[in-house]
């Protein structure tokens, strides 16, 4: 079993910043990839970064490319999710998610883990 616990989420005004963690316990070796999702009020869950656990491979939603950048410390066994620039529409809760198969994912069915979500409210 693998345990995703973020933090960092909070209320912040149009065109500030925040940086989401994600830390992993439990068998994290097991982990292939990790990834952010996130889910507005009234809308489906929807990806939003992700990367393989070798740092190689990184992939971001359109809506968040050039704002939002994921990195990991290997030390910390944490990942996280720097977001700029932040927009009313980036209101959500956000998940940070870990697969365990080979192979990267968009779609929220591949992914084995799930942490508890975060919640950040971006102010007009």
């Known amino acids: 079993q693998v345990q995703l616990v973020e933090s960092g989420g909070g209320l912040v005004q149009a065109g500030g910043s925040l940086r989401l963690s994600c830390a992993a316990s439990?068998?994290?070796?097991?982990?292939?990839?990790m990834g952010w999702f996130r889910q507005a009020p009234g809308k489906e869950r929807e990806f939003v970064a992700l990367?393989?656990?070798?740092?190689?491979?990184?992939r971001y939603a359109d809506s968040v490319k050039g704002r939002f950048t994921i990195s990991r410390d290997n030390a910390k066994n944490t990942v996280y999710l720097q977001m700029n620039s932040l927009k009313p529409e980036d209101t959500a809760v956000y998940y940070c998610?870990?697969?365990?198969?080979?192979?990267?994912?968009?779609?929220?069915?591949?992914?084995?883990?799930w942490g508890q979500g975060t919640q950040v409210t971006v102010a007009s």
């Open positions: 439990g068998r994290s070796f097991s982990i292939y990839s």
């Open positions: 998610a870990a697969r365990s198969s080979f192979g990267l994912s968009m779609f929220e069915s591949n992914y084995d883990y």
């Open positions: 990367m393989d656990w070798n740092k190689i491979n990184l």
